[in-house]
């Protein structure tokens, strides 16, 4: 696809082209393409380890270092990864029995490091074992 825009400063069409996954946005200096990043894995905690990826499904942000901080937290950093809209998730994994649910949450610390969060279901207690090949993705706009 090809979209023409005109410059008022210097009185000139120009040709603006995306690639495939980029998206169109009207910068400072008019149209520009931006590409979405994707980062859409299994992942798993056990113990006190920190969480590993089971499966790659995408990856177009880089390989993200987890490490646990605490129980039910963890890091998730890559330099210069996040810088950008990165929308929140938080989800229910699944009932253990009748009376406990688990819960994760994902969300931007700074343009290099994310914060998991997992715990039961009163959510005053963060929790290890949560993650179990738990699907996450985080997009980056």
């Known amino acids: 696809m090809n979209i023409k825009y005109f410059n008022n400063e210097d009185g000139n069409y120009y040709d603006v082209t995306g690639a495939t996954g980029s998206s169109l946005v009207i910068g400072a ?3 520009e393409t931006k590409s979405n990043k994707k980062y859409l894995v299994a992942i798993t905690q056990s113990a006190t380890d920190a969480p590993i990826v089971t499966i790659e499904y995408i990856n177009t942000i880089g390989e993200i270092v987890w490490t646990r901080n605490s129980a039910g937290n963890y890091n998730g950093y890559l330099s210069s990864a996040f810088i950008g809209n990165v929308p929140k998730l938080e989800a229910v994994i699944g009932m ?7 819960y994760f949450s994902l ?11 997992t715990w039961l279901d009163d959510g005053s207690t963060e929790s290890d074992d949560i993650l179990k090949e738990t699907t996450i993705e985080i997009s980056i706009y």
């Open 96 to 102: 253990i029995d009748t009376n406990t649910i688990r």
């Open 107 to 117: 969300y931007k610390i700074n343009g290099s490091n994310i914060c998991l969060r």
């Open 29 to 31: 200096n008019g149209f």
